[in-house]
């Protein structure tokens, strides 16, 4: 499959996404600034989140709009608060759209409901992303189908059956190019609770693409998947951890995301195909196997003893494995010591 010229699938590196999500922290500005770093860092898009408070919850304070989970990075916010500090403006789509694109980055957005899924067609969006949490959202998954676009999946949460149909639903709505992302729905998520042994079993179950949204921290989790055959990795992407903001601590940095970059490239191109015997870059390494020698100056007619005939490095002689036929023979003519051992050097049989 494509988004826009970029090809994703088993044939190319991965489609590393960098998830900008609240860590623009209100800010065009530094929202700009983080298009700027995830070029920079390699990235191959930038994605944003396409809601407001209203379109998500209600502004209520009522059992379930408070966040309870002591654990939670957002342990007493309200639901209401946090989505109106996360969101994005709408007004700075484009913006972020016309920079990511000057600066050579796709830019698409997770729409939450379908009027957001109008004003991304408006701009042109060239893919979309379904959240883990709206990975039931039937209508929602229909609707973003509806537009032809590629569109990405995320499964956190999901089971087989739930990925069946979001997958079956996709399709029949006229979804042509899908990935979908094995995905552990905790922040920050721990390496034990990612199983990544999953991607490969999603690919057999469900016939396409399969990546990663990883929220573990560091690029160890992404380097695994990438060599389980994942051909997208999506991380949270911030400038510095340190400036804060409502996903910052689980976000990587430029460093962070350029080295991922590098370390996932390296493990897909590892992968390869399977092989065996030498490759042709390993050709001329063959000169440094053993092989067998004559190690010591021979008259014609002497006998081949373990003293005489060593299995030394260069490779040029016979294999070791013929040794000891070899021993208890002789040579039919002089040899001089260091002579490669070939069957020419032994006297014919009488």
């Known amino acids: 499959m494509k988004i826009l010229e970029r090809s994703i699938g088993a044939g190319h590196r991965p489609y590393l996404i960098a998830e900008m999500s609240g860590n623009h922290n209100q800010s065009l500005e530094r929202a700009l600034e983080i298009v700027d770093a995830a070029a920079a860092s390699g990235a191959d898009a930038v994605k944003l989140q396409t809601y407001t408070a209203d379109t998500m919850t209600l502004n209520v304070r009522m059992p379930g709009f408070v966040i309870e989970d002591p654990k939670s990075l957002w342990v007493g916010r309200q639901l209401y608060e946090l989505y109106q500090e996360a969101h994005t403006p709408w007004e700075w789509h484009k913006p972020i759209m016309v920079r990511a694109a000057s600066r050579g980055l796709h830019c698409f957005s997770t729409p939450f409901d379908e009027s957001s899924v109008d004003f991304l067609e408006s701009l042109g969006a060239p893919a979309y992303k379904i959240a883990s949490f709206e990975n039931t959202d039937l209508p929602l998954i229909r609707k973003v189908a509806s537009t032809g676009k590629p569109m990405i999946i995320s499964t956190g949460m999901a089971t087989a059956s739930e990925i069946d149909e979001a997958v079956r639903t996709a399709r029949g709505a006229g979804c042509e190019s899908l990935v979908i992302l094995k995905c552990t729905s905790t922040y920050p998520a721990t390496p034990e609770n990612t199983n990544i042994s999953t991607i490969p079993h999603m690919r057999q179950l469900f016939g396409?693409?399969?990546?990663?949204?990883?929220?573990?921290?560091?690029?160890?989790?992404?380097?695994?998947?990438?060599?389980?055959?994942?051909?997208?990795?999506?991380?949270?992407?911030?400038?510095?951890?340190?400036?804060?903001?409502?996903?910052?601590?689980?976000?990587?940095?430029?460093?962070?995301?350029?080295?991922?970059?590098?370390?996932?490239?390296?493990?897909?191109?590892?992968?390869?195909?399977?092989s065996y015997g030498p490759t042709q870059a390993e050709m001329k390494s063959l000169a440094f196997r053993r092989s067998l020698y004559v190690a010591v100056d021979l008259k014609a007619g002497e006998v081949l003893t373990p003293e005489n005939l060593r299995c030394v490095r260069p490779g040029f002689g016979l294999a070791p494995k013929h040794l000891d036929t070899l021993l208890g023979l002789s040579v039919g003519k002089d040899v001089q010591a260091g002579t490669p051992m070939s069957w020419g050097l032994l006297a014919s049989p009488r």
């Not at 055959?229 to 340190?242: D, N």
């Open 208 to 274: 396409c693409e399969v990546g990663l949204s990883d929220h573990s921290m560091g690029c160890g989790v992404s380097v695994a998947a990438t060599a389980l055959g994942a051909s997208v990795i999506e991380k949270h992407f911030t400038l510095r951890r340190s400036d804060g903001g409502v996903d910052s601590t689980f976000s990587m940095e430029p460093h962070e995301l350029r080295q991922l970059r590098e370390e996932t490239e390296r493990a897909w191109l590892a992968v390869g195909s399977i």
